[in-house]
């Protein structure tokens, strides 16, 4: 049972880019990181902080860091009793993720690392992310303005 939920960033018409990237993915990829975030992510939420798994980037701002592949995740986190495969594929994926409300987590941007690990292409992909947090902040102040007041309170 998870203790967090994921939920995909929404930009303003609709599309979901981190589904779409996640889409993109190989099989062996998509199934990492679809493992990690069931099996890690959504269970420990942000107390990975202070695990390999979680890096704070500040404003809210977070990488969850992807190195394993299914299996190998599976055999180490899960309750699955499964075992580690003879020879674990290389993964390197990042997912950028903030975590807000009732322990839901947005996630905004990804990218595989491995394809290119330049410190240069890492700065583009997490600058794309902060893009992404700031439109949904503004978004969601939007939203809260729209909504109506409470009148319940009688004037005198």
């Known amino acids: 049972m998870s203790t967090w939920t994921a939920e995909f960033y929404e930009d303003a018409d609709g599309r979901r880019p981190v589904e779409v990237w996640m889409g993109d993915l190989g099989e062996v990829e998509f199934e990492a990181l679809a493992t990690a975030i069931e099996e890690i992510l959504e269970k420990d939420g942000i107390a990975l902080a202070s695990t390999p798994w979680l890096k704070a980037l500040g404003e809210g701002l977070h990488e969850f860091r992807v190195r394993h592949d299914a299996a190998t995740i ?15 594929a290389k ?17 905004l941007h990804g990218y595989d690392k491995g394809s290119d690990d330049s410190p240069r292409r890492q700065n583009k992909e997490i600058e794309e992310a902060r893009k992404r947090l ?12 729209k909504q109506p007041r409470n009148k319940s309170r009688r004037r005198r």
């Open 134 to 145: 700031r439109a949904w902040r503004l978004a969601q102040t939007s939203k809260s303005k």
């Open 74 to 88: 599976k055999a180490l986190y899960a309750d699955s009793g499964a075992s580690k495969p003879a020879k674990p």
């Open 91 to 107: 993964i390197l994926l990042r997912l950028f993720v903030h975590f807000h409300g009732q322990k839901v987590i947005l996630l």
